[in-house]
């Protein structure tokens, strides 16, 4: 099973992917963990990417699809494989179609209105050594690892609307690319991540197979 997961940020993609990962036993691959993991290992791709992200642009095409190409071809990639964070604009879907024959078998859109985004990652910390995600409460370990929680510096509040309006610009597109293709399941990304995962099950086996 090859998946796309697509929403704006914040919408829960990650809490999904980890969930579909379990379920169908196929890797979550974010190109986000992959490039933060690049740069705080401080390689060049990384310092490269670094500035990047901080200036809330997107990291060129072509070194994402190389970065893509390359993680996809790895042998826990066999059975399928979960994207989060790619494709990103319609110049990107379309270099998948051509390093992916057959394209993918579903695209997951989670639909969560811009209010709730924007509240959600305003309102988000990261755990600096495993990369899970909590609400902003009275908590500064990560509950898993014991790891450090920190503000990631793309959630920060002036970066949060520049964000969002790139997504709606670049990625957005996306979802009409996909659903004109038959592949595309819309759920709506509101409510208990629990029941959000039952509703696209429910959906994919509409779609696949
Ligand atoms: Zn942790």
Do not use: W
């Not at 494709?87 to 709730?116: F, M, W």
């Amino acid at each position: 099973m090859r998946i796309v997961l697509l929403g704006p940020p914040g919408a829960g993609k990650g809490t999904q992917g980890v969930l579909l990962g379990k379920s169908y036993g196929i890797p979550q691959i974010s190109t986000g963990d992959m490039l933060r993991k690049a740069v705080t290992d401080e390689t060049p791709l990384g310092m490269q990417v670094k500035e990047i992200i901080r200036d809330g642009k997107l990291v060129p095409d072509d070194l994402i699809i190389s970065l893509i190409e390359e993680r996809i071809s790895g042998d826990d990639c066999r059975k399928g494989f979960i994207l989060d964070g790619f494709p990103r604009t319609i110049e990107q879907g379309e270099a998948l179609e051509k390093v992916l024959p057959g394209s993918v078998d579903v695209t997951i859109y989670l639909n969560v209105p811009r209010e709730e985004v924007v509240e959600r990652l305003a309102g988000r910390l990261t755990c600096r050594k495993c990369g899970a995600v909590y609400r902003k409460r009275d908590i500064s370990v990560c509950p898993v690892c014991g790891g450090d929680l920190y503000q990631r510096e793309d959630d920060q509040k002036s970066t949060i609307e520049h964000r969002i309006k790139v997504y709606e610009e670049n990625t957005a597109p996306l979802v009409e690319f996909y659903r004109s293709k038959g592949k595309l399941v819309e759920v709506g990304g509101m409510g208990e991540p629990g029941d959000i995962f039952k509703a696209l099950q429910e959906n994919i086996s509409k779609v696949g197979s």
